[in-house]
Protein backbone atom coordinates (compact mmCIF):
# COMPACT_ATOMS: atom_id res chain seq x y z
CA UNK A 1 0.00 0.00 0.00
CA UNK A 2 2.84 2.44 0.98
CA UNK A 3 4.72 1.48 -2.37
CA UNK A 4 1.57 2.26 -4.54
CA UNK A 5 0.95 5.23 -2.26
CA UNK A 6 4.63 6.49 -2.76
CA UNK A 7 4.65 5.62 -6.37
CA UNK A 8 1.41 7.75 -6.81
CA UNK A 9 3.22 11.19 -5.65
CA UNK A 10 6.42 10.56 -7.31
CA UNK A 11 4.52 10.55 -10.87
CA UNK A 12 2.59 13.02 -10.45
CA UNK A 13 5.86 15.07 -8.90
CA UNK A 14 7.34 14.20 -11.93
CA UNK A 15 4.60 15.39 -14.33
CA UNK A 16 3.99 18.88 -12.44
CA UNK A 17 7.77 18.91 -12.75
CA UNK A 18 7.34 18.45 -16.20
CA UNK A 19 4.79 21.41 -16.76
CA UNK A 20 6.51 23.92 -14.68
CA UNK A 21 9.75 23.32 -17.24
CA UNK A 22 7.35 24.00 -19.77
CA UNK A 23 5.64 26.98 -18.57
CA UNK A 24 9.26 28.11 -18.03
CA UNK A 25 10.52 27.83 -21.42
CA UNK A 26 8.04 30.15 -22.21
CA UNK A 27 8.38 32.69 -19.52
CA UNK A 28 11.95 33.18 -19.49
CA UNK A 29 13.20 36.17 -21.75
CA UNK A 30 16.26 34.76 -23.32
CA UNK A 31 17.94 31.59 -24.58
CA UNK A 32 19.88 30.67 -22.07
CA UNK A 33 17.57 30.99 -19.40
CA UNK A 34 15.35 28.90 -21.22
CA UNK A 35 17.92 26.20 -21.65
CA UNK A 36 18.23 26.23 -17.81
CA UNK A 37 14.03 25.46 -17.63
CA UNK A 38 14.43 22.69 -20.21
CA UNK A 39 16.86 21.45 -18.08
CA UNK A 40 15.13 20.93 -15.14
CA UNK A 41 12.29 18.80 -17.26
CA UNK A 42 15.09 16.46 -18.35
CA UNK A 43 16.77 15.45 -15.36
CA UNK A 44 14.50 15.50 -12.11
CA UNK A 45 11.36 14.95 -13.89
CA UNK A 46 12.73 11.75 -15.40
CA UNK A 47 14.18 11.03 -12.09
CA UNK A 48 10.52 11.33 -9.91
CA UNK A 49 8.76 9.33 -13.04
CA UNK A 50 10.58 6.63 -13.80
CA UNK A 51 11.69 6.18 -9.87
CA UNK A 52 8.09 6.49 -9.58
CA UNK A 53 7.37 3.11 -12.38
CA UNK A 54 10.23 1.99 -11.27
CA UNK A 55 8.69 1.52 -7.77
CA UNK A 56 5.81 -0.20 -9.35
CA UNK A 57 7.81 -2.93 -10.86
CA UNK A 58 10.29 -4.10 -7.82
CA UNK A 59 13.94 -5.90 -8.05
CA UNK A 60 13.51 -6.94 -12.33
CA UNK A 61 14.47 -6.38 -15.18
CA UNK A 62 12.36 -4.03 -16.28
CA UNK A 63 13.43 -1.74 -13.25
CA UNK A 64 16.70 -2.14 -14.24
CA UNK A 65 15.69 -1.30 -17.35
CA UNK A 66 14.21 1.91 -16.28
CA UNK A 67 17.74 2.53 -14.74
CA UNK A 68 19.36 1.99 -17.92
CA UNK A 69 17.14 4.26 -19.65
CA UNK A 70 17.53 7.33 -16.52
CA UNK A 71 21.75 6.69 -16.48
CA UNK A 72 21.56 7.69 -20.46
CA UNK A 73 18.74 10.66 -19.74
CA UNK A 74 21.35 11.40 -16.89
CA UNK A 75 24.59 11.89 -19.02
CA UNK A 76 23.10 12.85 -23.03
CA UNK A 77 20.93 15.76 -21.76
CA UNK A 78 23.45 18.05 -19.93
CA UNK A 79 26.10 17.03 -22.58
CA UNK A 80 23.28 18.25 -25.20
CA UNK A 81 22.63 21.21 -23.32
CA UNK A 82 26.64 22.23 -23.30
CA UNK A 83 26.66 21.52 -26.89
CA UNK A 84 23.57 23.70 -27.37
CA UNK A 85 24.51 26.64 -25.78
CA UNK A 86 28.24 26.53 -26.88
CA UNK A 87 26.68 26.11 -30.50
CA UNK A 88 24.31 29.49 -29.56
CA UNK A 89 27.01 31.65 -27.86
CA UNK A 90 29.43 30.65 -31.33
CA UNK A 91 26.32 31.03 -33.62
CA UNK A 92 26.10 34.74 -32.08
CA UNK A 93 23.16 34.64 -29.72
CA UNK A 94 23.93 36.79 -26.83
CA UNK A 95 23.13 36.50 -23.73
CA UNK A 96 19.95 38.99 -22.33
CA UNK A 97 22.13 40.43 -19.44
CA UNK A 98 20.62 43.41 -17.62
CA UNK A 99 16.67 43.44 -17.50
CA UNK B 1 -5.16 5.41 -13.32
CA UNK B 2 -1.97 7.31 -12.00
CA UNK B 3 0.08 6.35 -15.29
CA UNK B 4 -2.67 8.34 -17.17
CA UNK B 5 -2.08 11.10 -15.04
CA UNK B 6 1.31 10.90 -15.63
CA UNK B 7 0.48 10.97 -19.32
CA UNK B 8 -1.32 13.76 -19.59
CA UNK B 9 1.02 15.51 -18.31
CA UNK B 10 3.75 14.57 -20.01
CA UNK B 11 1.58 15.12 -23.01
CA UNK B 12 1.30 19.03 -22.06
CA UNK B 13 4.63 19.44 -21.54
CA UNK B 14 4.89 18.40 -25.30
CA UNK B 15 2.33 20.61 -25.96
CA UNK B 16 4.28 23.78 -24.60
CA UNK B 17 7.64 22.65 -26.25
CA UNK B 18 5.93 22.16 -29.55
CA UNK B 19 4.12 25.69 -28.98
CA UNK B 20 8.25 27.07 -27.98
CA UNK B 21 9.46 25.36 -31.12
CA UNK B 22 6.96 27.05 -33.35
CA UNK B 23 7.18 30.21 -31.78
CA UNK B 24 11.08 30.24 -31.33
CA UNK B 25 12.81 33.15 -32.81
CA UNK B 26 16.02 31.81 -32.92
CA UNK B 27 16.81 28.39 -34.67
CA UNK B 28 18.42 27.61 -30.73
CA UNK B 29 15.19 27.80 -29.29
CA UNK B 30 14.11 24.97 -32.24
CA UNK B 31 16.42 22.37 -31.56
CA UNK B 32 16.13 23.26 -27.31
CA UNK B 33 12.35 22.38 -27.90
CA UNK B 34 12.91 19.58 -29.97
CA UNK B 35 15.18 18.21 -27.29
CA UNK B 36 12.61 18.62 -24.54
CA UNK B 37 10.36 16.58 -27.12
CA UNK B 38 12.41 14.27 -27.28
CA UNK B 39 13.43 13.42 -23.53
CA UNK B 40 9.55 13.65 -22.76
CA UNK B 41 8.61 10.84 -25.59
CA UNK B 42 11.20 8.93 -23.81
CA UNK B 43 9.34 9.43 -20.46
CA UNK B 44 6.02 8.67 -22.50
CA UNK B 45 6.69 5.25 -24.14
CA UNK B 46 7.98 4.48 -20.58
CA UNK B 47 4.81 5.28 -18.71
CA UNK B 48 2.59 3.88 -21.77
CA UNK B 49 4.51 0.36 -21.28
CA UNK B 50 3.06 0.46 -17.93
CA UNK B 51 0.25 1.47 -18.65
CA UNK B 52 -0.62 -0.96 -21.66
CA UNK B 53 1.42 -3.53 -19.02
CA UNK B 54 3.56 -4.57 -21.95
CA UNK B 55 6.97 -3.20 -20.40
CA UNK B 56 8.55 -4.91 -23.33
CA UNK B 57 8.97 -1.69 -25.22
CA UNK B 58 11.16 -0.22 -22.64
CA UNK B 59 13.44 -1.08 -24.85
CA UNK B 60 12.52 1.80 -27.78
CA UNK B 61 12.28 3.96 -25.25
CA UNK B 62 15.92 3.39 -24.36
CA UNK B 63 16.97 3.41 -27.85
CA UNK B 64 15.12 6.60 -28.30
CA UNK B 65 16.94 8.55 -25.99
CA UNK B 66 20.36 8.14 -27.35
CA UNK B 67 18.80 8.70 -31.08
CA UNK B 68 17.35 12.21 -29.37
CA UNK B 69 20.92 12.63 -28.41
CA UNK B 70 22.31 11.99 -31.54
CA UNK B 71 20.10 13.87 -33.65
CA UNK B 72 20.74 17.10 -31.21
CA UNK B 73 24.36 16.96 -32.15
CA UNK B 74 23.88 16.20 -35.70
CA UNK B 75 21.68 19.34 -35.99
CA UNK B 76 23.87 21.17 -34.42
CA UNK B 77 26.95 20.49 -36.12
CA UNK B 78 24.73 21.23 -39.38
CA UNK B 79 23.41 24.55 -38.13
CA UNK B 80 26.93 25.76 -36.73
CA UNK B 81 29.17 24.17 -39.60
CA UNK B 82 26.53 24.77 -42.30
CA UNK B 83 27.01 21.25 -43.63
CA UNK B 84 26.89 17.73 -42.46
CA UNK B 85 29.46 16.02 -44.28
CA UNK B 86 30.85 16.37 -47.37
CA UNK B 87 30.95 14.49 -50.17
CA UNK B 88 34.65 13.91 -50.83
CA UNK B 89 35.14 16.75 -53.26
CA UNK B 90 36.50 18.87 -50.19
CA UNK B 91 38.60 21.27 -52.40
CA UNK B 92 35.40 22.61 -53.92
CA UNK B 93 33.70 22.50 -50.19
CA UNK B 94 36.78 24.93 -49.18
CA UNK B 95 36.55 27.02 -52.39
CA UNK B 96 32.52 28.16 -50.83
CA UNK B 97 32.65 27.89 -47.69
CA UNK B 98 28.98 29.47 -47.27
Given at each position: MILEMLSWVFLVAGGLLGIIGGIGIHRFPDFFSRLHAAGITDTLCAALILSGLGLQSGFSLVSFKLVLIFAFILFTSPTASHALANAALHGGVKPQLDD | MMYAAAATAILVTIGLALARAL?????YDRILAVNMIGTKTVLLIAVFAFLSGR????DIALVYALINFIAVVAVLKLVEL????????TEEQEAKPE
Open positions: - | LGPTVTDILGYLFTSGD
